[in-house]
């Protein structure tokens, strides 16, 4: 990648690959794999991060996922709310023991956002897991892949462990391959 792609894909200016959110549900039968193989347990909680928008676009765009979640949500007995981070960007937040409920919404909700004309604000979803502490699942929509994310105290991660859940899962999920392109989330609010 060129200095002007680096700055790019930095800036959020690099394209939304057409059919990536298909790719979301992949995680759904690779569940099985992380927990039975690595010890990683579906924590119940799961985001979907996105860029701050105008203020009109932002309350139109939080009435229909609200809408769009309440009544999805009568029948999966899911929670949620919406958020600012610390980095003001918003964050939808669900919380569900039923991780494949958890994996529909998140598509819902960027299937929604992406009708709505903001599919260049949604930067990523994110499911946690637990193990010895937490392990994230983060997917890019911009790469259009997943990538481990394992934070340790003051703002380290534990690169090793991040490399051996990629080796030992890529086979069943879509995981980037360039490690410059796992972006460490810090201050995710669950």
Not at 80 to 103: G, M, R, S, T
């Amino acid at each position: 990648m060129g200095l002007k792609g680096m700055f790019d894909s930095l800036l959020g200016r690099s394209k939304l690959p057409e059919s990536n959110t298909d790719r979301l549900f992949s995680i759904s039968t690779a569940v099985v794999t992380m927990e039975v193989t690595l010890n990683l347990h579906p924590s119940g909680q799961a985001g979907i991060c996105f860029k701050s928008m105008s203020l009109s676009q932002y309350e139109n765009t939080r009435k229909e996922i609200e809408e769009l979640l309440s009544y999805s949500t009568k029948e999966t007995g899911t929670k949620f709310h919406i958020e600012k981070d610390k980095y003001n960007f918003l964050w939808v937040v669900l919380d569900d023991a039923d991780f494949e409920d958890l994996v529909t919404n998140i598509h819902m909700i960027s299937q929604t956002l992406i009708e709505q004309g903001f599919s260049e604000q949604i930067l990523c979803a994110v499911y946690r897991f637990e193990s010895e502490g937490p392990v994230y699942w983060i997917y890019s929509f911009k790469q259009g892949n997943y990538y481990p994310f394992v934070p340790r105290d003051k703002q380290e991660r534990d690169n090793s462990m991040e490399i051996r859940l990629k080796s030992l899962i890529e086979n069943e999920l879509p995981v980037e391959k360039n490690v410059e392109k796992w972006y460490p989330l810090w201050g995710m609010p669950f």
